[in-house]
């Protein structure tokens, strides 16, 4: 009888965590899974599941990060699969962001990836086998949404981190993807999981419209289905060939697209500029 993986999903609360932790526990495998509101995710998957093994964790500390992760190896014996998904969206342009609210973003979205990669790593090294997905997003490859800089550069900072331990985890059997989502129905664009600027201003016309096309136009209408977001990280998991990038949903691969079509005309556009700058 073949052994079910042991996943840590983060950020599962809500969305597509809660719905990836959901998914997994109806199909027999045991989660570990981080939120801030344990009694909700119980109340969610049902309370008394051994299977289920819920911590409640502040992701940008990292000794309880250590902790929870002891906890797990504690519980199950083993981690096979990461999920970092924790994170929030932080709306407001460059200058209108305090820096508080930018080093917030940063804090969890990035330093909170970061606290779990490195106290999962010496377990996937000794076992020298184990599967991090890191959730990024279509705005951490496609940058171009005004009023959406620190959010985009915070998951821009997910990819780069790990393009970078892909290539230092090779050698001992350990993959690392970037998942780039696009519009998911869940509660992404609300209050909670959205913030806005606490210091607008208002001569950024191009960020306050995109604004009220998120607030009147997508949020109801994303054309993402979280179910099916959960079932492609289940198979590619099991599929053992994991990719470096994976893009979800029609949005997210479209604009991927769009955005390298547009950097292949400008790298042949640019091309003699490039290569001008070598010494002869």
């Known amino acids: 009888m073949e052994t079910k993986k042991v996943w840590l999903v983060t950020g599962a609360s809500k969305g597509l965590g809660l719905t990836l932790v959901k998914a997994l526990l109806q199909q027999g495998y045991s989660v570990a899974a981080t939120t801030r ?8 998957t049902g309370a008394g599941n051994a299977a289920l093994l819920p911590l409640q964790v502040e992701l940008t500390d990292n000794k309880a990060v250590a902790q929870a992760v002891d906890a797990i190896i504690n519980t199950f014996g083993t981690i096979d699969v990461v999920v970092n998904n924790a994170g929030y969206g932080q709306l ?3 200058e209108e962001l305090s820096d508080a609210e930018a080093r917030g973003n940063f804090d969890v ?5 970061i606290n779990v990669i490195r106290n999962v790593m010496p377990h996937f090294r000794a076992r020298k086998a184990g599967a991090f997905f890191n959730i990024s997003s279509i705005a951490g490859f496609q940058g171009a949404f005004p ?3 620190i959010y985009n550069a915070t998951k821009f900072a997910v990819a780069g981190l ?5 290539a230092e985890v090779k050698s001992m059997g350990i993959s690392a993807t970037i998942v780039y989502p696009g519009y998911f129905k869940t509660n992404f664009l609300l209050k909670g999981s959205l913030r806005l600027a606490q210091h607008p201003i208002a001569d950024y016309k191009e960020a306050r419209e995109l604004e009220v096309i998120h607030e009147q ?7 993402g ?3 099916k977001a959960a079932k492609a990280l289940i ?12 893009f979800l949903g029609s949005d997210s691969y479209n604009m991927a697209k769009g955005k390298i079509e547009a950097l292949q005309q400008e790298l042949a556009a640019y091309e003699s500029v490039s290569v001008s700058t070598d010494f002869k």
């Not at 979205?109 to 990836?113: I, K, W, Y």
């Not at 790990?162 to 892909?166: D, H, I, M, P």
């Open 109 to 113: 979205n990035v330093f909170g990836v």
């Open 92 to 94: 407001g342009t460059l």
């Open 37 to 44: 509101d344990v009694k909700s995710l119980q109340e969610e």
């Open 162 to 166: 790990t393009e970078a331990l892909s």
């Open 147 to 149: 009023g959406w800089g």
């Open 217 to 223: 136009q997508v949020v109801g209408n994303q054309p």
């Open 235 to 246: 198979q590619v998991a099991e599929s053992g060939n994991m990719p470096l990038h994976l």
């Open 225 to 227: 289905d979280p179910e």
